[in-house]
C-alpha cells in the first residue's frame, strides 16, 4: 500500500512539473512587437523594421498544420511537419524551413541560414473579417507609432490637431484622408534609406518622406532624381508639414 502511495505522489509530481501543451501552441497571430517596440522610441522606421525583421507577422494554424507570414513585401505559405520537443518546424515546400517555438506569450522564429532569430508577440488588435496577412502588425504599428493627436507646427492648416488612425484613416492634415508608411519592397528601395509614406486624397495620393524626431515629425515633400526611363529615387524636397504629439 506504502509503494503505490508512493508511485501515486511521483506520478502526481511528474504531471505537476510537464508542460501544458498548450503553452507550446503557436496557432494564431503574431506579431514583431519588437520593431513596433523600437520605432515608436525614436529608432528610424526603415532601421527598427530590418534591425528586428525582416518578417513582420505569422499566421499559424495547427490544427490544419498550415503557417504563413508576411514580410511586407510578400506573404509566404507553408506547412507545419509537427511538433518537436516544443518546436514547430515549417517547410516552405522546397525551400528552406523555419523553426517556431512558444515561450510565454512569445513566439521565437529560430535563426537560419537566411535569417536571424526573430521574437513576436501575440496580437491583440483586431482587424476586420477578411483583413490581409499584415493587417495585424500594420495596424499594432499605426497605432503605437502614428497614434494620438498632433498639432501643425507649421504648412498648411497650422494649427489644426491631426489623428492618424490605426486603419489607415487620417483627419486634420490638408489635402489627405488616408496614409500608409512604406514597409518594405519597391517603395522602400525607392526612397534611399528615408522613411517615406503614401497620403492620399479620394483615391488620388502621392509618395512623401518623412523623419520622426521625439516628438515632432516632419514631412517632406518626395523629389525624384532619376531619370524618366529610370525606377525612381526620392529624396527630402521642401518640408510641408512640422507636426508635434500632444
Given at each position: 500500500?506504502?509503494?503505490?502511495?508512493?508511485?501515486?505522489?511521483?506520478?502526481?509530481?511528474?504531471?505537476?512539473?510537464?508542460?501544458?501543451?498548450?503553452?507550446?501552441?503557436?496557432?494564431?497571430?503574431?506579431?514583431?512587437?519588437?520593431?513596433?517596440?523600437?520605432?515608436?522610441?525614436?529608432?528610424?522606421?526603415?532601421?527598427?523594421?530590418?534591425?528586428?525583421?525582416?518578417?513582420?507577422?505569422?499566421?499559424?494554424?495547427?490544427?490544419?498544420?498550415?503557417?504563413?507570414?508576411?514580410?511586407?513585401?510578400?506573404?509566404?505559405?507553408?506547412?507545419?511537419?509537427?511538433?518537436?520537443?516544443?518546436?514547430?518546424?515549417?517547410?516552405?515546400?522546397?525551400?528552406?524551413?523555419?523553426?517556431?517555438?512558444?515561450?510565454?506569450?512569445?513566439?521565437?522564429?529560430?535563426?537560419?541560414?537566411?535569417e536571424p532569430e526573430q521574437v513576436f508577440d501575440r496580437a491583440v488588435i483586431p482587424v476586420p473579417e477578411g483583413a490581409p496577412m499584415g493587417a495585424s502588425f500594420e495596424r499594432a504599428l499605426y497605432s503605437a507609432y502614428m497614434g494620438g493627436s498632433w498639432k501643425v507646427l507649421s504648412g498648411p492648416g497650422e494649427g489644426?490637431?491631426?489623428?492618424?488612425?490605426?486603419?489607415?484613416?487620417?483627419?486634420?492634415?490638408?489635402?489627405?484622408?488616408?496614409?500608409?508608411?512604406?514597409?518594405?519592397?519597391?517603395?522602400?528601395?525607392?526612397?534611399?534609406?528615408?522613411?517615406?509614406?503614401?497620403?492620399?486624397?479620394?483615391?488620388?495620393?502621392?509618395?512623401?518622406?518623412?523623419?520622426?524626431?521625439?516628438?515632432?515629425?516632419?514631412?517632406?515633400?518626395?523629389?525624384?532624381?532619376?531619370?524618366?526611363?529610370?525606377?525612381?529615387q526620392f529624396t527630402p524636397g521642401d518640408r510641408k508639414w512640422l507636426l508635434e504629439k500632444q
Open positions: 500500500m506504502r509503494h503505490a502511495l508512493a508511485l501515486s505522489l511521483v506520478a502526481l509530481l511528474l504531471g505537476g512539473c510537464a508542460s501544458n501543451p498548450a503553452d507550446r501552441d503557436v496557432s494564431g497571430t503574431w506579431i514583431n512587437q519588437v520593431a513596433i517596440d523600437a520605432a515608436s522610441k525614436g529608432t528610424p522606421l526603415r532601421e527598427a523594421l530590418q534591425a528586428y525583421g525582416p518578417n513582420l507577422e505569422w499566421d499559424v494554424n495547427t490544427k490544419a498544420l498550415q503557417a504563413r507570414y508576411t514580410n511586407g513585401f510578400e506573404n509566404v505559405e507553408g506547412k507545419l511537419l509537427g511538433e518537436e520537443s516544443g518546436a514547430w518546424k515549417v517547410d516552405f515546400y522546397g525551400s528552406s524551413a523555419s523553426e517556431l517555438k512558444r515561450d510565454g506569450k512569445q513566439m521565437t522564429q529560430a535563426a537560419s541560414d537566411n489644426n490637431t491631426v489623428q492618424f488612425q490605426a486603419d489607415g484613416q487620417v483627419a486634420g492634415l490638408p489635402g489627405a484622408d488616408r496614409y500608409a508608411l512604406c514597409l518594405a519592397g519597391d517603395c522602400a528601395s525607392m526612397s534611399g534609406g528615408n522613411d517615406n509614406m503614401w497620403l492620399q486624397l479620394n483615391g488620388q495620393g502621392n509618395t512623401w518622406i518623412f523623419a520622426r524626431k521625439g516628438k515632432e515629425l516632419e514631412i517632406f515633400q518626395a523629389a525624384n532624381t532619376a531619370q524618366a526611363d529610370e525606377m525612381p
